[in-house]
């Protein structure tokens, strides 16, 4: 990424939203920090950006043609049992079952639904004390053993900030990171 | 290596400091100053006034009924905290619309720094100790040597950032590497030259190792914006191009006495206010975005 090349196409944005500006597809869904979004439009590319040490779940059913994304900030509600109430896609244990609930809405089937995992990085720390990223994993993995999900795919930890992007039509998954982008 | 003197000749040709931050910087620094010689730096300007009030009704600083003059806002929040209300509106109207060399837009910078000055502030109080004197202010302004170095990151930022992931050390280490000083240095000099608070100046100096600080400075401040630092990137909140490639002292956070639990409670009560604080800021006439 070079900023100076792109800083010309638009209004106040980060390199990754003015990429994005500029490749603009027909309809796309941004999931904010702590937030959950469902489509079941084919065009569709759901969106989340800098994912710390927060967590994204991308679940598409190819057969209902369906997507969605929950983009998590910490593992347990417990935390803090009344932002649990009023935002329970801040956790973990709050947020996944609400993201599946949604698909089932949409007509979805647990049995085809393809699980994708990305984000729960860290600073460098040595004796792990900030580690926020691996608790928000360590959860995520106890909730879909005891649940019997498969994950497909998975980029997590490492000092990495990472955006993702979930393509509704084809279940294409997308994580850019470091200055660099690989289908996941 | 650019050396220092090219530097701080960047300082100098970076905006002119506002004449009103100049004033009120000044009067928080002298100890005879009162609640009139605020009140007549900050009325004569009717956006700083406008934006004082409108920041100050935020639900963040927690007043019971709603303000409307200069006068009543420094007799509910006292002289300190109109100053760190007044100097963030300020700073937030003197932002690039992009801080080059780190690829990031003034939004996203500014909600990093809100993100700081919130999490440090509300850190302090969760560990039971009385928040440092301007922690907000030194929280929100940390990261300002970036606005002066960013534009000698531009032409070395393939070696800066290349040295950041093949070495897998911290961005400031390798500013440090191939500048010869990192935006801690320089945001220190800057706070100097523009006659800022100690705290601002200690903030930005000893962010990214507050176990060097020396003894004059406020070690618990600087520990507070160290670790609210770590946080804010942790959670997202302004990546730039360094990511997460920040260290976290564990002394700084022994020191603090704090624990991952901890930090996910503060996180958890602050997000909402360092997003809707940011948005705030955008509105202020002239400000972000």
């Known amino acids: 990424m070079n900023s100076a090349t792109k800083e010309a196409t638009g209004p106040v944005c980060s390199g990754e939203h003015r990429e994005e500006q500029a ?162 | 290596m650019i050396g220092k003197e090219e530097i701080l000749k960047r300082i100098q040709s970076l905006h002119t400091l506002p004449a009103s931050t100049a004033r009120l910087s000044a009067l928080v620094n002298d100890p005879k100053a009162g609640a009139s010689d605020f009140e007549a730096v900050i009325r004569p300007d009717p956006a700083l006034t406008a934006n004082l009030l409108r920041m100050a009704n935020s639900a963040y600083f927690g007043l019971s009924r709603e303000v409307t003059s200069v006068r009543q806002a420094i007799t509910l929040l006292g002289i300190k905290r109109v100053y760190e209300v007044a100097s963030s509106v300020t700073f937030s109207r003197m932002l690039p619309a992009t801080v080059p060399g780190y690829e990031i837009d003034a939004t996203h910078f500014w909600l990093h720094c809100v993100g700081v000055a919130v999490l440090a502030e509300r850190l302090a109080e969760e560990l039971g100790r009385k928040a440092p004197d301007l922690i907000f202010t030194a929280g929100l302004l940390h990261d300002m040597g970036k606005l002066a170095i960013g534009s000698f990151l531009v032409d070395a930022s393939e070696e800066v950032f290349g040295r950041v992931l093949d070495d897998s050390i911290d961005l400031a280490a390798a500013e440090k590497i191939v500048l010869g000083m990192d935006h801690a240095d320089v945001g220190s000099d800057l706070a100097e030259h523009w006659n800022l608070p100690g705290p601002v100046s200690w903030a930005a100096r000893w962010h990214h190792n507050p176990g060097e600080a020396p003894e004059n400075v406020d070690r618990n401040l600087v520990d507070l914006v160290h670790v609210a630092d770590g946080l804010a990137h942790s959670l997202g909140l302004g990546a730039d191009r360094g990511e997460l490639a920040r260290t976290i002292l564990p002394s700084a956070i022994e020191r603090l006495g704090v624990n991952v639990r901890r930090l996910e409670f503060t996180a958890s009560e602050t997000i909402g206010q360092i997003y809707g604080m940011t948005e705030l800021f955008s509105k202020c006439a002239g400000g972000v975005g």
């Open chain 1, 23 to 184: 490749s603009k597809s027909a309809n796309q869904i941004t999931v904010d920090i702590s937030d959950i979004q469902v489509s079941a439009d084919p065009g569709a590319v759901i969106v989340t950006y800098a994912l710390g040490s927060c967590i994204a779940v991308m679940v598409h059913d190819p057969v209902r043609g369906a997507g969605g994304m929950i983009h998590y900030m910490l593992p347990l509600s417990a935390t803090s049992p009344d932002k649990a109430k009023s935002k329970p896609a801040m956790f973990a244990d709050t947020g996944i079952p609400l993201l599946f609930e949604k698909m089932y809405e949409l007509g979805c089937q647990k049995k085809d639904m393809v699980v994708k995992v990305a984000g729960g990085g860290a600073l460098y720390d040595d004796k792990g004390t900030f580690n926020i990223g691996k608790r928000n994993y360590t959860v995520l993995r106890k909730m879909f053993w005891k649940n019997e999900i498969i994950i497909a795919a998975e980029d997590v930890g490492g000092a990495k900030s990472r955006t993702v992007r979930l393509h509704v039509g084809s279940g294409r998954v997308v994580v850019r990171s470091q200055g660099k982008e690989a289908d996941l």
